[in-house]
């Protein structure tokens, strides 16, 4: 049978993972596809470069354009990333009856819905394991391992740049400038390193995992950020006393009331497997009504795990591709016509515990003021540190935990906290997720 | 569309968990799958039992091979389990033209070559997600997750049972017989506990990954089995000393000289995930070359988690009905014209590092004369930890880690550690690991 033919649009770091593990790896996956998997054309702007990079093995064109109208091409891996171009090169590859891979999760994130109603249209496949969790085949698990189950919740470290910063300001106990800069040295963050900081490249994750998990379409608008930037090492050095370990998580729950959709930085207790998740690595924990809790670890980033997920995607299609297509695996796991429109619940009515650290006069009374305005807020306290003052100060950390309670509620009681004439400064505060038993 | 029709071979445990999953959860099951899914018979040696479970929802029969036959019947569960009646019906089950699904991993690593030559031949699939490490969806990671890597090794906690020994055994420092006594007093060890206890299970499990994995036949006659009866409290007290946590681990890898396909208790460093998998809980690592190391866990028995996996077969191979059966995702991940002669490696060849216990006589020249003698077999020291003798004894126990070295070099230093005259007793030989950098 002739070789599946593959047009690859952008041959940066990802790009030149995928051309390079194709190649090793050849063999192996014509083995298990039964069909030779060939990238015959790579389009990208240096073309110096790209041609460097390829050799004869396949024709270098600067003009993407070119490449999904090629009669040739089967299928179009766009690895150009934005929101602009990349979206239009998708657009027109699906209008040409080509299938899609992509690793673009903020184009997903934002304009899912409309790509993938065009691919139904035309009958062509968009796959996009690469989008979430790297090398990690998180998209596959929950759309095709876990259909027998209600999803409950998912809770996901899913930005292998914070976690990173996290576990070094642990190990290390230095504060987030200094590991932000040695993160930036190591190639690990960005020079501009907003989306990883402030949570927005998790939460485009953790949209796409949300829509296939609830069977709802993607709604990145409505997500809740917060990143990590804030965090002192105090803060993550009082949670280990108290057995826990800051992570930045992406949650999306399902509650009566509407879907939570969130990223915030996050207290786990420290003997959950996924509290244990150091460095760059990634972990995706799932919880569904049957299998229970199941949990995904691996490779979040990097040339050749995120080229691991681009392939298998290619391999998927070259399988998938003489069946009805009515009967491939759905975009977002369910049907298109049985999505649901469950609503995002606002950040306002989510449930969850909180640590709150207050730095207070050292006088007494303080204590029953601030207890006596959660209790008014229906807050009850789990667990409570008093920190003694250093020599000559007059100030003292208090940190508290508290239950199970609305945030609207927390908010609301560290207001009139925050109030209080012996309480210095502003209240620190950190959500709490026991993350179930598993 | 007419929905998909199901007949149900056996109804104990994980027949009635997937029973009253799919009927709970239907309705989310349908969204996905595009259509219903419905199990119309069920067949069970004890009808009234059956007929208690399932209601009016289902006929009940007891006679398996009447449902293998059923012309209404489109796809056959069977959780019969055994070689005998299991084999056969699956085989009836394929002539009649049936898609097979079986969580029956004993059936499958030691006639699972012939069940899928004949399900080729008729071309219908037989899907076994749940044989193996119950609901974590790894046969799918495996076959469809990572078919972009050339995979080096896979190394498994996939017993829960002895898992949760080993683990009773560590956090109670309990002797091996009492734990176990509570094991099958909890329901999670049988009355004959050979199969779990002897490695056995696992390596009918393991058995399966590492076909799927390289792209071998099932070989479960060349697999080496050790259990974990003669593990002591002492050894892992020591291990843990020594930064290691001991688990009885399935181990297959690639080696240029053949395949390694290993069951045994094995020290693993603390510090790796995959060590921290406590309880009945099931793990798998898995290292591909472009993907690094991935790790899967969850729970890998009871109704429900196994329930969840066959029934994401049944999603399956309804989404899968209508493509070309020669594009269908292969049973063993490579195409079947494609599997490799790949030798499986005797153990006396396999390579690997090791922990020893040696009880000596607290004289002088004995450390001489041992280190002599792993001197002349190449064997070069880690580690060592020499205890204390207790008041009174004259006898003391030395700890020795190993580099990575041969099998029968290993054994034949022992064999002459034994005929020390200042060495009492047998060696203590346990397999370490580090399981690479993740």
């Given at each position: 049978m002739k070789p599946i033919h593959v047009g690859l649009l952008g041959i940066g770091t990802v790009g030149g993972g995928t051309f390079n593990v194709l190649r090793r790896n050849q063999s192996e996956i014509q083995r298990r596809a039964g069909r030779g998997i060939e990238i015959t054309?790579?389009?990208?702007?240096?073309?110096?470069?790209a041609r460097a990079l390829v050799g004869d093995a396949a024709k270098v064109v600067d003009d993407a354009f070119a490449v999904v109208r090629d009669p040739d091409v089967d299928i179009v891996i766009e690895l150009i990333g934005g929101y602009t171009v990349a979206k239009d090169?998708?657009?027109?590859a699906i209008d040409h009856g080509k299938h899609v891979v992509t690793a673009n999760k903020a184009l997903l994130a934002k304009h899912g819905n409309e790509i993938f109603a065009r691919?139904?249209?035309?009958?062509?496949?968009?796959?996009?394991?690469?989008?979430?969790?790297?090398g990690i085949p998180i998209i596959k698990s929950l759309r095709e391992g876990l259909t027998a189950n209600r999803i409950e919740w998912i809770a996901g470290i899913i930005n292998g740049t914070s976690n990173f910063i996290l576990s070094e300001m642990r190990e290390k106990g230095l504060p987030f400038e200094t590991v932000l800069a040695e993160a930036q040295r190591l190639g690990y963050a960005e020079a501009d390193p907003t989306f990883d900081i402030e949570g927005i490249d998790a939460a485009h994750k953790l949209t796409i995992m949300s829509a296939i998990a609830f069977g709802i379409p993607m709604q990145f608008e409505r997500a809740y950020t917060e990143g990590i930037a804030n965090l002192t090492k105090d803060d993550i050095r009082?949670?280990?006393?108290?057995?826990?370990?800051?992570?930045?998580l992406g949650i999306t729950r399902r509650t009566p009331a509407g879907i939570e959709l969130r990223v915030h930085p996050t207290?786990?207790?420290t003997k959950r497997l996924i509290a244990n998740v150091e460095?760059?690595?990634n972990a995706v924990l799932v919880k569904g009504d049957a299998v229970g809790a199941t949990l995904y670890y691996g490779a979040g980033a990097g040339a050749e795990p995120t080229a691991s997920a681009v392939i298998a995607d290619l391999v998927d299609i070259t399988r998938m591709a003489t069946s009805a297509p009515g009967n491939r695996v759905p975009h977002l796991a369910f049907q298109p016509d049985q999505l649901s429109d469950t609503p995002i619940l606002p950040m306002d009515e989510v449930e969850t515990s909180y640590y709150?650290?207050?730095?207070?006069?050292?006088?007494?009374?303080?204590?029953a003021d601030i207890t006596r305005i959660l209790a008014d807020h229906t807050i009850s306290i789990d667990a409570m540190v008093q920190?003694?003052?250093?020599e000559g100060e007059d100030q003292v950390d208090i940190v508290l935990l508290t239950h199970r309670t609305i945030e609207k509620h927390t908010n609301a009681a560290i207001a009139r906290i925050e109030a209080l004439p012996s309480v210095a400064g502003k209240v620190t505060r950190i959500r709490l997720e026991e993350l179930g038993r598993h």
């Open positions: 054309v790579v389009a990208d702007r240096d073309v110096a470069k090169l998708i657009l027109a691919a139904r249209e035309k009958g062509v496949m968009v796959a996009f394991e690469a989008a979430v969790a790297g009082y949670a280990e006393q108290l057995g826990y370990r800051i992570k930045l207290l786990i207790p460095g760059v690595m709150l650290r207050l730095r207070v006069y050292d006088r007494p009374g303080v204590l920190k003694e003052p250093a």
